[in-house]
T-cell receptor, first 113, second 112 residues
Framework: EAQVTQNPRYLITVTGKKLTVTCSQN?????MSWYRQDPGLGLRQIYY???????DKGDVPEGYKVSRKEKRNFPLILESPSPNQTSLYFC????????????FGPGTRLTVT | GESVGLHLPTLSVQEGDNSIINCAYS??????FIWYKQESGKGPQFIID?????DKRQGQRVTVLLNKTVKHLSLQIAATQPGDSAVYFC???????????FGSGTRLSIRP
């Protein structure tokens, strides 16, 4: 089944404790992206990757890192999480960039206390 | 800056009626628009898209209309069903070919 998977689905952590949210797709997509979703703000792009070893900032990249060492995986790293990073996070992938249908993962709900 | 917004945050529709969800965008250079549906507890799901060289595009029970003159986008759902209950987002490809901007969403609820 073609899909985007994220882990963990739920995470509660404390300020400053490094964490990684994994994202994997099995569709051989070149483009992958991370979004955060907050009430009243819709989805905002954090980082995206056009292909392996190519990543770039979205609209809200502060406090986040990503890597794209292989095509299928695009982990999101929070080196020192803060409470304002409490949010619902979605990973997405598409064949080639945003002019193609994006497939979204199920989401990761992160709470930073 | 670029922005994509929605006229109404909530919409209540009688089951069987048609639904119309509206969206305004600000970047007249945008050439690609998408509608997503997000059900509770799930990620957004692609519904339909339209490129700027078109005014209308139809899918199964859904139609997207694009009015570039007034920078307006709408999603029409025919014969609305309970399964259509969700939040609907319009999205716009930004000035960068790699970025997309989402609106804040409209919640569609269905009255029996």
């Amino acid at each position: 089944e073609a899909q985007v998977t994220q882990n963990p689905r739920y995470l509660i952590t404390v300020t400053g404790k490094k964490l990684t949210v994994t994202c994997s797709q099995n569709m051989n997509h070149e483009y992958m992206s991370w979004y955060r979703q907050d009430p009243g703000l819709g989805l905002r792009q954090i980082y995206y990757s056009m292909n392996v070893e190519v990543t770039d900032k979205g609209d809200v990249p502060e406090g986040y890192k990503v890597s794209r060492k292989e095509k299928r995986n695009f982990p999101l790293i929070l080196e020192s999480p803060s409470p304002n990073q409490t949010s619902l996070y979605f990973c997405a992938s598409s064949l080639q960039g945003v002019s193609y249908e994006q497939y979204f993962g199920p989401g990761t709900r992160l709470t930073v206390t | 800056g670029e922005s994509v917004g929605l006229h109404l945050p909530t919409l209540s529709v009688q089951e069987g009626d048609n639904s119309i969800i509206n969206c305004a965008y600000s970047n007249s250079a945008s050439d690609y628009f998408i509608w997503y549906k997000q059900e509770s507890g799930k990620g957004p799901q692609f519904i339909i898209d339209i490129r700027s060289n078109m005014d209308k595009r139809q899918g199964q029970r859904v139609t997207v209309l694009l009015n570039k003159t007034v920078k307006h986008l709408s999603l029409q759902i025919a014969a609305t069903q309970p399964g259509d209950s969700a939040v609907y987002f319009c999205a716009e490809k930004g000035s960068s070919a790699s970025k997309i901007i989402f609106g804040s969403g409209t919640r569609l609820s269905i009255r029996p």
